[in-house]
């Protein structure tokens, strides 16, 4: 009887306990769950530090760009750029600075988009180009339309230079939109374009201030 009693006991004991090993691999399996999910947190953490560096970068050269082509306060590289800028686009230079302020505003908050920095940079690099058409179009004259070549693309630089006219680029993109579509047909067909751009650009920065002020809303609602 004592011999029965103790093999039940001992029995009972064995189903009682956790198998040998089972702490051991549950310790495990939460260091290695650790390990897993710290490399994502270190990805997050440098991709936000990338973010930030890359905003601070733009904001200099859009300040730079500013004191450039608004004033002579940027010595002889400053006036290098503004020549290049306005012998290219014309007036339509003077907008750009702005386009890298507002795109490291974006990147300070957190809002460049989910697609990535090269999409962004892309449309934003499309509406520039595409304002500065729509300007060189207004630009435009008919007598400039008869003589494209090499010498008309250094008047158009120079006039551009000198603040007058689209610049060499933008008059070069105006000149086969216009001998297509005329005038008004360039101008209407830009400004949809324009128009398109825009609505996308903006499209990701006004969905998640709307989601801001839904989420406030929701908490003002809960709060009653």
Avoid: D
Avoid at 79 to 92: D, S
Avoid at 93 to 112: D, E, K, T, V
Avoid at 186 to 197: D, E, K, N, Q, S
Avoid at 200 to 222: C, D, M, T
């Amino acid at each position: 009887m004592a011999e029965q009693t103790t093999t039940k006991k001992s029995a009972g004991g064995a189903k009682r306990g956790r198998p040998k090993g089972s702490g051991a691999q549950k310790s495990a399996g939460k260091k290695t769950a650790g390990k897993k999910g710290a490399p994502s947190q270190m990805t997050r953490r440098e991709k936000r530090i990338n973010e930030l560096i890359l905003a601070i970068v733009l904001l200099a050269v859009g300040i730079f760009l500013i004191i450039s082509l608004q004033t002579q306060l940027a010595g002889a590289v400053g006036a290098g750029i503004r020549t290049v800028l306005m012998g290219c686009f014309g007036n339509a230079a003077l907008i750009l600075p702005y386009y890298f302020i507002l795109y490291s505003i974006l990147l300070f908050i957190g809002r460049a988009g989910k697609t990535g920095a090269f999409y962004s940079s892309f449309l934003l690099a499309g509406l520039f180009l595409l304002i500065a058409l729509f300007y060189s179009i207004l630009c435009t004259k008919e007598n400039q339309l008869l003589s494209f070549g090499s010498a008309w693309l250094e008047e158009v630089f120079t006039l551009g230079a000198a603040g007058t006219g689209g610049g060499a680029v933008g008059m070069s993109l105006a000149y086969g939109l216009v001998k297509l579509f005329g005038k008004a047909g360039a101008c209407i067909i830009t400004a949809a374009l324009m128009a398109i751009v825009i609505l996308i650009v903006a499209n990701e920065p006004f969905a998640w201030l709307l989601g801001k002020h839904r989420a406030k809303q929701r908490e003002r609602a809960i709060a009653r």
